[in-house]
């Protein structure tokens, strides 16, 4: 009894939430950046780049994912940022390899535009793109020929760059956010002292801060924002390869490691939710798994999402209006995934050919049966994970007609486990518990 109010504890806490995974794009080798945004229906947007190729940008139309093509002239798409306007358009910030500048591109509504924002040198690495109130584009970058932080912003009728930091081999892995006055903050990487530093600009000048600097620390910052306009920053710790996170609390940084169970804390994303509690996404080079961390009001939960192959390389959060997380990321094979969370599970739409019964009764006993039920003729696999995401179960994969089907599992040990349906891109998932 008391292990089992432990796991409806564990359950409770986790609003019995599930993983919805699949894959969005796998023609060729895509992805190598990935920026994810919500729009006002929180559809999902991504943009993303093909290896030696074109700038890709992909959306959830309410039934399926349209996938388009920005740019292809030349190598471009690589360290892309999304933003969408008020009108869901999508505007993207991203590197054109071949000249070595900036680009900038958004949708007019009928057509993209595209425009070279800074071709003075090697510019454009770690671009970070925010739009402000009258939805002019913000974008913070590294200018690699100088080894600077550089910001540049459209002003109504022209883009004015500024150097933000020049002071060492700074501005690696940008982070831009901009508050209420559209006053933009930055989080960046400085590789001349292996530090976290943090810009802004406070209405006349740029103020610049060292924020973490024990050890090897600062690379691939996130940041955002909150309701007050203090800053939040995820970051890694290259020292100790852990995930940690900072925040500013009105008079000081506090700096907290919120994952430490190997090498983690690779491509942080961050955002905050309605409450200005973090919510991070990271990859775990340890295990090849892309991982989500949260604050829940009194501790950090951490959670792997997907563990299937090597994946979780250039993640990129969204938290829609019910402070559920989105995540876009890559895995090894170069395709483009996306993972969504709600309470009862995210349908992959419409046009999926397959439902995931409810496994009945939960908690259910080490010998059990799961349904599933498909519309047509397809292959199937179901995979069983331990709350830690460990493969314990991987029956055969097998072709099954339309209709219920059932496959039974036993002597599984008590615990909490995820089961895993797969079909070509899409995925479901079901959280359950094993009792005596």
Known sequence: MKFLLTILTILTSLGF?????????????????TSLALDSSDNPH?????????????FWNGSSWEIKTVDSAGDVGGWNSLALDYSGYPHISYWNHDNED???????GSS???ETVDSTGNVGYYTSLALDSSGYPHISYWDYANRDLKYAFWNGSSWEIE?????GDVGYHTSLALDSSGYPHISYSDFTDYDLKYAFWNGSSWEIETVDSAGNTGVYTSLALDSSGKPHISYGDYTNYDLKYTFWNGSSWEIETVDS??????????ALDSSDYPHVSYRDDTNNDLKYAFWNGSSW??????????????TSLALDSSDYPHISYFNSTYDLKYASQTETGISAGSNTPLDLLPITPNPTTGTFAVEFCISESISIELLIFDISG??????????YSSGLHQINFSDLETGVYLCRMRSGGFTETQQFVVIE
């Open 102 to 108: 900036l680009k900038y591109a958004f949708w007019n």
């Open 17 to 33: 939430a599930e993983w919805h995974i699949e894959t969005v794009d796998s023609t060729g080798i895509v992805c190598f950046f």
């Open 112 to 114: 993209w535009e595209i």
């Open 163 to 167: 150097t933000v930091d020049s002071a």
């Open 261 to 270: 169970a190997g090498d983690v804390g690779h491509y942080t994303s961050l």
């Open 301 to 314: 939960e951490v959670e792997s999402v997907d563990s299937v192959g090597e994946i979780g390389q250039h």
């Open 46 to 58: 991504i943009s993303y780049d093909e290896y030696a190729g074109s700038l890709k940008y992909s």
């Open 390 to 399: 460990r493969l314990v179960r991987q029956p055969q994969a097998m072709i």
